[in-house]
């Protein structure tokens, strides 16, 4: 069965770093492309960054140069290492699967909130 | 950036009734359009994949169509359970992007 579990979530100070974690179960993190997706309080859903399965990674404009996308294969989990963190990074963070360009199978979500 | 813009924002239905929820695209994604339901405080569920394409274990009243700019979720014999936030989600073009929301509410 697949599974995905975000974890790492907190409350930060505006400039400050947390790292997302997402332990995947049922299949192998590293042989497909993973995504994270973020959902600010009461608003929709907003693509964050991606990595595939070569371990080529893109990242959305709002969150360039201030996130980054990796994994580890040992452990079959997903991160997302948040810096320089503001207050419109407020949000959940959901991690996906991607199966054939499908974003199939998502964890529960993890709650970041940025403020002083 | 690939715009989904989703019509209408909010819809009230009576249980059996017919919902269609359209999703437009700012340029041709082919078929890379994805349907998803998200429930309050839940992680969104795929429903319909690449347009049309049903997924195991989602009811039959859920279906999609469409192609290039324009596609349609429709739930059939809408029941209680759906009640929910629609997104359109296109994975043709990076940056991936998802439609604003459709929120279905039951009478």
């Known amino acids: 069965e697949v599974q995905l579990v975000e974890s790492g979530g907190g409350l930060v100070q505006p400039g400050g770093s947390l790292r997302l974690s997402c332990a995947a179960s049922g299949f192998t993190v590293s042989t497909n492309y993973m995504y994270w997706v973020r959902q600010a309080p009461g608003k929709g859903l907003e693509w964050v960054s991606i990595i595939y399965s070569s371990g080529t990674t893109y990242y959305a404009d709002s969150v360039k140069g201030r996130f980054t996308i990796s994994r580890d294969n040992s452990k079959n989990t997903l991160y997302l290492q948040m810096n320089s963190l503001r207050a419109e990074d407020t949000a959940v963070y959901y991690c996906a699967r991607i199966l054939q360009w499908v974003p199939d199978y998502w964890g529960q979500g993890t709650l970041v909130t940025v403020s002083s | 950036e690939i715009v989904l813009t989703q019509s209408p924002d909010f819809q009230s239905v009576t249980p059996k009734e017919k919902v269609t929820i359209t999703c437009r695209a700012s340029q041709s994604i082919d078929s890379s359009l994805h349907w998803y339901q998200q429930k309050p405080d839940q992680s969104p569920k795929l429903l319909i994949k690449?347009?049309?394409q049903s997924i195991s274990g989602v009811p039959s009243r859920f279906s999609g169509s469409g192609s290039e700019t324009v596609f349609t979720l429709t739930i059939n014999s809408l029941e209680a359970e759906d009640a929910a936030t629609y997104y359109c989600h296109q994975s043709r073009t990076l940056p991936w992007t998802f439609g604003q929301g459709t929120k279905v509410e039951i009478k």
């Open positions: 690449f347009a049309s």
